[in-house]
C-alpha cells in the first residue's frame, strides 16, 4: 500500500527533507534558495544540505539507469 509522506506524523526536519527531495525528484528546475533556506531554518547546514542533495540525486540517477535498462521488468 502506498501513502503519502505529507500524510505521516514526521518532525519538522524529516518533513523538509521529503518535501526538498520531492521537489528536486519531480521539478528539479524549480528548486531556488528558499528551498534550501527551509532546510537551513530546520538545523542543515550546507554541507548536510549537499549530503541530502547528493544521496536524493543518485538514487534518481539510479532509476533512471535501471529503468531505461528495463531491469526488474
Request: aromatic content about 8%.
Amino acid at each position: 500500500m502506498r501513502r503519502d509522506y505529507k500524510e505521516a506524523k514526521l518532525s519538522e526536519q524529516d518533513r523538509a527533507i521529503l518535501d526538498y527531495t520531492a521537489k528536486l525528484t519531480l521539478h528539479p528546475a524549480s528548486v531556488c534558495a528558499e528551498d534550501l533556506d527551509r532546510l537551513r531554518q530546520t538545523g542543515f547546514d550546507d554541507r548536510a544540505i549537499l549530503q541530502i542533495n547528493l544521496i536524493a540525486s543518485w538514487f534518481n540517477y539510479i532509476n533512471r539507469v535501471a529503468d531505461g535498462l528495463g531491469v526488474g521488468k
